[in-house]
């Protein structure tokens, strides 16, 4: 089965050839997608792409460190309006603003990782829980970050146009290129971050924090250390996620928001970079798209309006996505606690010993 | 003008205080912070407000009718949901109470449409009274410092000296000790809930009166309530009352000065609390085994 011989087979990046091969397959489909796929479906895909990104940060902290965060909505805002801002005001060109961007994000998840030194569980989601709350409070307040009408985020240009040399993305596929590039090495760096010592003691303290202290991790540095790598990704996912909307206000980055990342891991499959893809893939889908248009689907759309006019209402239909995400949060505790990493492991072992 | 304030402060804070200790009752028996108190006890208000509107019943029948439905919600939010999780971890029970909150937010809207609507007891808070010169307290006010009086008496009556009551205090002490006491857990647990889910409609009621209601006009104040009952200790109720009254004090003041910022001051307060004296300012600290 999957048996490690040496130190060597541990920190590979790509368990085997075979994995190897499939993610490039997989990747030359993705990067063909504009080829098959109608252009308005491109503002969804950059979407899942851009929570791929954040629920792979987010899988860093809760998967991997064993630390809750209700507030990464918080973080996903100040990545969005940092990179507006700088590239706006002080006329930053993309690449180094998103960057930016992401440190400052980073910097807040060092702050916000401070009391969690001293907090655990349930005080620890609290406290996370207000810090979203509050940065979307004191963005919503202050005129330079355009206040509760929110502002507008500059053309999408990768060059530097101080040298006059600029490449503007207009279009969404135009984006998705550019979206899927950074997701990808984003994605690669977690996997990669998680073979190394800064991975292993993340691990360590998940599973005993008192043990990993007395192995030699100092809890201080790789604690906080999670969370600023977590607010990193969600930084850079907030920085790409200004450019899809466009616009924005503070309004979208509310608490249920940040519950809905959280979903994402806890769906996927606490502890997997693949099942934070796979989750943030199905869950941005069903809230974002599915969920959304439920009206318009054909068979369940009727039959749901006709319940809406008999016993509801029918404008509050546009709700229905919340009933849905908070029976998938309830059953994937009770019934799939890994999520759906964990379906994943059994198929296959069920099939690697089939017949038998 | 100061005198107002603080009578005013006061008011909500019991009013948080109410709330928190729904939140406690919880914790204090199977150690759950509840994430969809607040959705709870929004769709029990929710069906007051049905209640009351479609059906011409007294204030009285709906009010206890309410109280019965909040009761019976409770339970079963524990019997379907908490109860079926077998050894779930921390966050496991954190998502478990937030998916409850989302599927209660989401019906309560489906069913009443996400408007605001307007609700109000017989205690209105614009009936005032002055009592000293400069000093206004309205019906709403008294009747919140009655009810969270009486109700603070008959927990203390109910967790000193009913046998349920103790059965509730074992259970939280150490579980398995009192299954070998013959005590019930399951039932205590779903007991706790049905209770607090109670109390916390009670609080609800009231805060809706304040303001108006709609699906999402619990999400702040449970997490003020939070914040006073952290600030209370989360294991005494009569700590957590007084930790609603500080809260009330202080952001009221706070937000005579500062009015942009009153919302983020309960945050403030949690987070300070939380790393200077963990445990609250009313219960001793708890240390854990390794």
Redesign the interface.
């Known amino acids: 089965m999957d048996m490690k011989r040496d130190y060597y087979e541990d920190i590979r990046l790509f368990g085997s050839g075979v994995i190897l091969f499939w993610s490039l397959v997989l990747l030359a489909f993705l990067y063909t997608l504009p080829l098959y796929l109608p252009s308005y479906r491109f503002y969804l895909l950059n979407l899942i792409l851009v929570h791929v990104i954040l629920a792979v940060g987010l899988n860093v902290l809760v998967g991997y460190t064993g630390q809750i965060s209700l507030g990464h909505a918080g973080f996903f805002a100040i990545g969005a309006y940092a990179t507006t801002l700088l590239m706006t005001r002080l006329e930053v060109p993309f690449f180094p603003a998103l960057l930016a961007a992401a440190f400052i994000a980073a910097a807040f998840g060092f702050l916000v990782g401070l009391p969690a030194l001293r907090l655990e569980g349930p005080y620890l989601s609290i406290a996370t829980l207000g810090f979203g709350l509050t940065i979307t409070h004191i963005i919503g307040h202050m005129q330079i970050f355009g206040g509760r009408t929110g502002i507008q985020a500059p053309p999408l240009d990768l060059g530097i146009p101080q040298l006059g040399w600029s490449f503007i993305l207009e279009t969404d596929q135009g984006k998705y290129y550019l979206i899927l590039t950074i997701t990808v090495l984003m994605v690669l760096g977690a996997i990669n971050l998680m073979k190394t010592r800064v991975g292993r003691s993340f691990v360590a303290i998940r599973d005993s924090d008192i043990a990993a202290e007395v192995m030699g991790v100092n809890l201080m540095v790789y604690k906080t250390l999670s969370f600023a790598v977590s607010a990193f990704y969600a930084g850079i996912a907030g920085g790409l996620f200004g450019f899809i909307l466009g616009f924005f206000n503070p309004e979208p980055f509310n608490l249920i928001l940040s519950i809905v990342f959280l979903v994402m891991v806890v769906v996927g499959g606490l502890g997997s970079t693949f099942g934070s893809i796979a989750g943030a893939v199905l869950i941005t889908w069903l809230q974002f798209d599915l969920l959304k248009n439920i009206a318009e689907t054909p068979l369940v759309g009727p039959l749901l309006l006709d319940i809406s006019n008999r016993w509801f209402t029918v404008v509050g239909l546009e709700n229905f996505n919340s009933i849905i995400l908070g029976l998938v949060m309830i059953s994937i505790v009770l019934f799939e606690p890994l999520g759906m990493f964990g379906v994943w492991i059994r198929v296959k072992k069920y099939w690697r010993t089939w017949p038998f | 003008m100061i005198g107002q304030l603080i009578v005013e402060g006061l008011a909500i804070g019991a009013c948080y205080g109410l709330f928190a200790i729904a939140v406690v009752i919880i914790y204090k028996t199977s150690e759950?912070?509840n994430f969809g108190q607040g959705e709870m006890a929004m769709f029990s208000t929710f069906v007051a407000y049905h209640i009351l509107t479609y059906y011409a019943v007294p204030f009285w029948l709906a009010f206890l009718l309410t109280l019965g439905f909040a009761a019976l919600l409770g339970v079963a939010v524990e019997y379907l949901?908490l109860r079926?999780?077998k050894n779930?971890?921390?966050?496991?029970l954190?998502?478990?109470t937030?998916?409850?909150?989302?599927?209660?937010?989401?019906?309560a809207?489906?069913?009443?449409?996400?408007e605001q609507k307007a609700f109000s007891l017989p205690w209105s808070y614009a009936s005032i009274y002055e009592p000293f010169p400069g000093i206004i307290v309205s019906d709403w006010a008294i009747a919140v410092f009655l009810t969270a009086g009486v109700i603070v008496a008959l927990l203390y009556v109910f967790f000193r000296y009913t046998r349920l009551g103790i059965a509730m205090r074992a259970t939280q002490q150490n579980q398995n000790a009192a299954k070998i006491m013959g005590i019930r857990t399951e039932r205590v647990f779903a007991f706790a809930w049905g209770l607090s889910s109670l109390i916390g409609t009670v609080a609800a009621m009231f805060f809706a009166a304040r303001a108006t209601l709609d699906?999402s006009f619990m999400?702040e104040p449970f997490?003020r309530a939070?914040a006073a009952a952290?600030l209370g200790g989360l294991t005494s109720i009569p700590g957590v009352l007084i930790g609603g009254e500080i809260l009330g004090l202080i952001e009221n003041l706070f937000g005579y000065m500062w009015p942009?910022?009153k919302?983020?001051v309960?945050?403030?307060i949690?987070?300070l609390v939380?790393?200077v004296r963990?445990s609250g300012l009313f219960s001793r600290h708890f240390t854990k085994k390794?």
């Open positions: 759950v912070i949901f079926p999780a779930p971890s921390i966050l496991g954190i998502v478990i937030l998916g409850a909150e989302m599927l209660l937010m989401g019906l809207s489906w069913k009443w449409g996400a699906p999400m997490l939070f952290v942009q910022w919302p983020i309960a945050f403030v949690i987070v939380l790393c963990p390794v």
